[in-house]
């Protein structure tokens, strides 16, 4: 089985100071780990995906993600944030031999300016 | 098309009655997923295809609810009997690659309602 885990339901955070929206996750094999923004009415949108390789993964918008294998974790981070950031953010995982994606409940951002 | 597209947006209906949601991937895309989205809720996968086959269909919460695929591009979700409960949006996605390491694509959601 796989499961994500995203321990907060809202993360409140004023612009320009840096973002972490934490996720951690459980699964057989090799993780493969997602990260999705949804804005209102709206599909989810891809934003970055880690495989292999550095634990530090780059992604649009200028968001960024740390694996941690002993943590089995991957939190989503950005420097600075911005007041359009604010939407609702999903973790997903995906295990070896798997192929559908597991989500997280999902963690809504809030940036005040 | 450029992306997933759904149709129809919003649908309305009564208790009992059948629903086909419809879903057309983004060209080139061999694999295509459903997932359920309750409000508060992250998305629940329902089955996965990859060409014209379901994959895995392990996500299907009964048999009320069937998914097809003839030939391998636009799929449709059926569901039979609609009960209040499954009230959500309904949301496809394709991925160009079938290996676990592929980014899915999604679309905007269909959002069921029962009433």
């Known amino acids: 089985a796989q499961s994500v885990a995203q321990p907060e339901d809202q993360v409140n955070v004023a612009e320009g100071n840096p973002l972490t929206v934490k996720c951690t996750y459980s699964?057989?094999?090799?993780?493969?780990l997602f990260w999705y923004v949804q804005y209102p009415n709206r599909g989810l949108q891809f934003l970055l995906k880690y495989i292999t390789g550095d634990n530090l993964v780059k992604g649009s918008y200028g968001f960024e993600a740390e694996f941690n294998k002993s943590q089995t974790s991957f939190h989503l981070k950005k420097p600075s944030a911005l007041v359009s950031d604010s939407a609702l953010y999903f973790c997903?995982?995906?295990?070896?031999?798997?192929?559908?994606?597991?989500f997280g409940s999902g963690t809504r951002l809030q940036v005040q300016p | 098309g450029a992306g997933v597209s759904q149709t129809p947006s919003n649908k309305v209906t009564e208790k009992g009655k059948y629903v086909e949601l419809r879903c057309d991937p983004i060209s080139g895309h061999t694999a295509l997923y459903w997932y359920r989205q309750s409000l508060g809720q992250g998305p629940e996968f329902l089955i996965y295809?990859?060409?014209?086959?379901?994959?895995?269909d392990s996500g299907l919460p009964n048999d009320r609810f069937f998914a097809v695929r003839p030939e391998g591009s636009v799929s449709t979700l059926k569901i039979q009997r609609t009960e209040r409960g499954d009230s959500a949006v309904y949301l496809c996605a394709s991925s160009l690659t079938s290996g676990t390491t592929g980014e899915l694509f999604f679309g905007e959601g269909s959002r069921l309602t029962v009433l």
């Open positions: 699964v057989s094999g090799n993780p493969y």
């Open positions: 997903a995982v995906r295990g070896t031999g798997r192929r559908a994606l597991t």
């Open positions: 295809f990859q060409g014209t086959g379901a994959a895995d």
